[in-house]
């Protein structure tokens, strides 16, 4: 891959795609990044437009008319709504899975059931379409449990209960009251695996993987994990405790080269981002999860501290993923999410930001996650996560200061953020 001319569309209009599009127009192989629908601060890298990244039809649309050269998609929605089928159709490279390999994430009991068949570790589960089944076998649980709803949850889906009586409501909400939609449909009861939680990431074409440096996020909206379930509180690279080295080449051997190898057998290669949830206890590596596409708030961590992805993402899309790993620039980073109260139970938009100029000022790189240009042409709240600041630096003591010292900068209207990010 040569020259500086690929024309690039990152579908998505959230914080990682904001770091996709960063990452991307900052690649001297890229002529423009155009973001779709992107948000209130996208546009600072890419021109945005006002396609939803669900929308198959109108992508592939926006692609030809923009001759663009290389599709990566962000969001899960996107995979679901069969985006890559389309874009790939269209004939042009697309840096994401079908829908069918997509499952993966997509559907948490085809994920289960495919790491039981190849042998690679996870936690003893069960998948329950009738609730009155699940509820039954919770009956005779002791101690605590995991459920989960086999679709997508937009992160929230995965629910550890102390007893079986917290089991039993988080069933009822999932399948009776159907709190999360259709995702809720079926769900899955796991058995709690204790370790330590960290996420790693493969570059895949199809049949081989470029592993990222491993990180870890933060699920639980309030510090020492208390409180609900949202899309990510903040994260940071490398996790404590393990060589990040070791733990990579484990993970592509024994649990994303076989997954590939075995995705491509059944006919649905895998090419795109694949995120392995991982619980590590003592020499046991089990899988958590899979993710079909970057972690958010992952990959504004992470992205900041690589150098140039797009030759990965542009061969991966092509099925010939010849590069080596990116060079890790920096061996630390700490991102901080700020969210607008009272989410994750609600979203309350409106409502200008400031402070995000003086935190860059200060060497911090702001993500936006759920912003809008607002009519005077400044940011304004959109969503409950709204940004995420971003430090990098030798250490991580060193980026975990930056990156609060930046987000104190940043102010609006019933902000909140957790306070033991990296502590």
Same mark, same amino acid.
């Given at each position: 891959?040569?020259?500086?001319?690929?024309?690039?569309?990152?579908?998505?209009?959230?914080?990682?795609?904001?770091?996709?599009?960063?990452?991307?127009?900052?690649?001297?192989?890229?002529?423009?990044?155009?973001?779709?629908?992107?948000?209130?601060?996208?546009?600072?890298?890419?021109?945005?437009?006002?396609?939803?990244?669900?929308?198959?039809?109108?992508?592939?649309?926006?692609?030809?008319?923009?001759?663009?050269?290389?599709?990566?998609?962000?969001?899960?929605?996107?995979?679901?709504?069969?985006?890559?089928?389309?874009?790939?159709?269209?004939?042009?490279?697309?840096?994401?899975?079908?829908?069918?390999?997509?499952?993966?994430?997509?559907?948490?009991?085809?994920?289960?059931?495919?790491?039981?068949?190849?042998?690679?570790?996870?936690?003893?589960?069960?998948?329950?379409?009738?609730?009155?089944?699940?509820?039954?076998?919770?009956?005779?649980?002791?101690?605590?449990?995991?459920?989960?709803?086999?679709?997508?949850?937009?992160?929230?889906?995965?629910?550890?209960?102390?007893?079986?009586?917290?089991?039993?409501?988080?069933?009822?909400?999932?399948?009776?009251?159907?709190?999360?939609?259709?995702?809720?449909?079926?769900?899955?009861?796991?058995?709690?695996?204790?370790?330590?939680?960290?996420?790693?990431?493969?570059?895949?074409?199809?049949?081989?993987?470029?592993?990222?440096?491993?990180?870890?996020?933060?699920?639980?909206?309030?510090?020492?994990?208390?409180?609900?379930?949202?899309?990510?509180?903040?994260?940071?690279?490398?996790?404590?405790?393990?060589?990040?080295?070791?733990?990579?080449?484990?993970?592509?051997?024994?649990? &994303?080269?076989? *997954? !590939?190898?075995?995705? $491509? %057998?059944? #006919?649905? @290669?895998?090419?795109?981002? =694949?995120?392995?949830?991982?619980?590590?206890?003592?020499? &046991?590596?089990? *899988? !958590?999860?899979?993710? $079909? %596409?970057? #972690?958010? @708030?992952?990959?504004?961590? =992470?992205?900041?501290?690589?150098?140039?992805?797009?030759?990965?993402?542009?061969?991966?899309?092509?099925?010939?993923?010849?590069?080596?790993?990116?060079?890790?620039?920096?061996?630390?980073?700490?991102?901080?999410?700020?969210?607008?109260?009272?989410?994750?139970?609600?979203?309350?938009?409106?409502?200008?930001?400031?402070?995000?100029?003086?935190?860059?000022?200060?060497?911090?790189?702001?993500?936006?996650?759920?912003?809008?240009?607002?009519?005077?042409?400044?940011?304004?709240?959109?969503?409950?996560?709204?940004?995420?600041?971003?430090?990098?630096?030798?250490?991580?003591?060193?980026?975990?200061?930056?990156?609060?010292?930046?987000?104190?900068?940043?102010?609006?209207?019933?902000?909140?953020?957790?306070?033991?990010?990296?502590?």
């Amino acid at each position: 891959m040569t020259g500086s001319h690929l024309r690039v569309l990152v579908v998505g209009g959230g914080g990682r795609e904001h770091a996709l599009a960063w990452a991307c127009a900052s690649s001297p192989l890229v002529e423009e990044v155009i973001c779709a629908p992107g948000n209130g601060g996208t546009g600072a890298v890419a021109r945005n437009f006002p396609v939803k990244a669900t929308d198959a039809r109108g992508l592939v649309r926006l692609a030809k008319e923009e001759r663009i050269g290389l599709v990566v998609l962000g969001p899960d929605q996107a995979i679901a709504a069969g985006v890559g089928d389309a874009v790939v159709e269209s004939g042009i490279p697309c840096f994401g899975p079908s829908r069918a390999a997509g499952q993966l994430e997509t559907s948490k009991s085809f994920a289960k059931e495919l790491l039981r068949d190849l042998g690679i570790p996870t936690a003893p589960f069960q998948v329950f379409r009738d609730p009155g089944l699940a509820l039954e076998h919770l009956s005779s649980k002791r101690g605590p449990v995991v459920v989960k709803a086999d679709g997508l949850a937009l992160g929230k889906g995965a629910f550890v209960c102390s007893g079986q009586e917290e089991a039993k409501a988080i069933v009822r909400r999932l399948m009776l009251d159907r709190e999360l939609g259709e995702a809720g449909q079926a769900v899955l009861v796991e058995e709690l695996l204790l370790g330590e939680e960290v996420s790693c990431f493969a570059i895949c074409d199809g049949t081989r993987a470029v592993m990222l440096p491993p990180a870890r996020d933060y699920k639980r909206a309030l510090d020492r994990d208390q409180g609900e379930n949202t899309g990510g509180m903040g994260g940071f690279t490398p996790p404590s405790g393990m060589d990040p080295q070791v733990l990579n080449l484990r993970v592509k051997e024994e649990i &994303v080269e076989p *997954v !590939l190898l075995e995705m $491509a %057998r059944r #006919g649905m @290669p895998f090419r795109g981002c =694949l995120y392995v949830g991982c619980m590590v206890q003592a020499d &046991v590596i089990s *899988v !958590l999860e899979f993710n $079909a %596409r970057f #972690g958010d @708030p992952e990959a504004e961590v =992470l992205l900041p501290t690589l150098s140039d992805l797009v030759p990965c993402l542009w061969e991966a899309a092509r099925g010939d993923l010849q590069s080596p790993q990116p060079t890790q620039l920096e061996s630390a980073a700490v991102g901080v999410v700020a969210v607008r109260e009272p989410y994750p139970q609600a979203v309350v938009p409106g409502g200008g930001i400031e402070g995000v100029g003086q935190a860059e000022a200060l060497g911090c790189r702001v993500f936006h996650m759920g912003t809008r240009q607002g009519e005077d042409g400044l940011p304004e709240v959109a969503g409950g996560r709204v940004l995420i600041c971003v430090a990098t630096g030798g250490d991580l003591l060193g980026a975990r200061r930056q990156a609060y010292s930046g987000i104190s900068l940043i102010h609006f209207q019933g902000m909140r953020y957790r306070t033991d990010i990296a502590l």
